[in-house]
């Protein structure tokens, strides 16, 4: 399969080095696409060989052209990244937040058990629209930073007793919680207003334990 470049080059910063929150967003895409079933196995595993290889712009900008519903519009700047992406996002030092993909149908319930041990997720992953969080004895930490999310809204039902619950969200998420603590903490930290059209519902209850819901830490720049 060849992916060979049409509408990229200097003109529009297809010669510019890509960084690794470059390559970490043309990841998910092509991990949401194969999940979606847009893309077959082999043409996803041919992709992330080309993104593992990728040095600069008119490497990736192919690989995700056919996924995308429009081609990325060039800047007064110069032009913007794969995937809406821009400059300024790019350098901050934090990876940007997948987008998030609409699906037709719910891809199921996400279940995360930490009994009497830890489950911990985070990087790219498929997070559905509900997720049950058990920590009995143990922990649970789920990351939807860098998630794919297959609705603006998520609901998690979190049961805690004896153990901790930890969720990550991207900056701008606005977080709701109605989690009852009995023995036990519930803090919501690190959110701002709702920037990234992003909800994050959190019910259930905590008991001898805690639950925590924070942004991403700030990196450390310099």
């Avoid at 058990?134 to 789920?142: D, K, M, N, S």
Wanted: glycine share 10%; net charge negative; proline share 7%.
């Amino acid at each position: 399969m060849s992916f060979e470049p049409t509408d990229v080059g200097p003109l529009y910063g297809g010669d510019q080095r890509i960084t690794d929150a470059d390559r970490q967003l043309v990841v998910t895409l092509l991990t949401a696409a194969w999940h979606d079933k847009r893309l077959t196995e082999q043409d996803y595993r041919t992709r992330m060989a080309a993104v593992n290889n990728a040095t600069v712009f008119d490497d990736l900008t192919p690989l995700t052209r056919d996924l995308m519903e429009g081609a990325p519009p060039a800047t007064s700047t110069g032009f913007t990244r794969p995937g809406g992406l821009s400059d300024a996002a790019a350098f901050t030092g934090d990876p940007a937040p997948a987008p998030i993909i609409a699906t037709a149908s719910s891809p199921g319930r996400t279940n995360l058990l930490g009994i009497f041990g830890s489950t911990t997720r985070k990087g790219v992953w498929r997070a559905s629209d509900g997720i049950s969080a058990v920590a009995l004895f143990g922990a649970v930490e789920f990351d939807l930073t860098q998630a794919v999310w297959t609705s603006p809204v998520i609901e998690v039902f979190a049961s805690c007793a004896f153990g901790a619950i930890e969720i990550i969200v991207p900056p701008g998420t606005e977080v709701e919680s109605s989690v009852m603590p009995l023995f036990g903490g519930v803090e919501v930290r690190g959110t701002t207003a709702d920037v990234s059209q992003r909800k994050l519902i959190v019910r259930g209850f905590c008991c001898f334990g805690g639950i925590t819901v924070r942004g991403p830490k700030k990196s450390k720049m310099g």
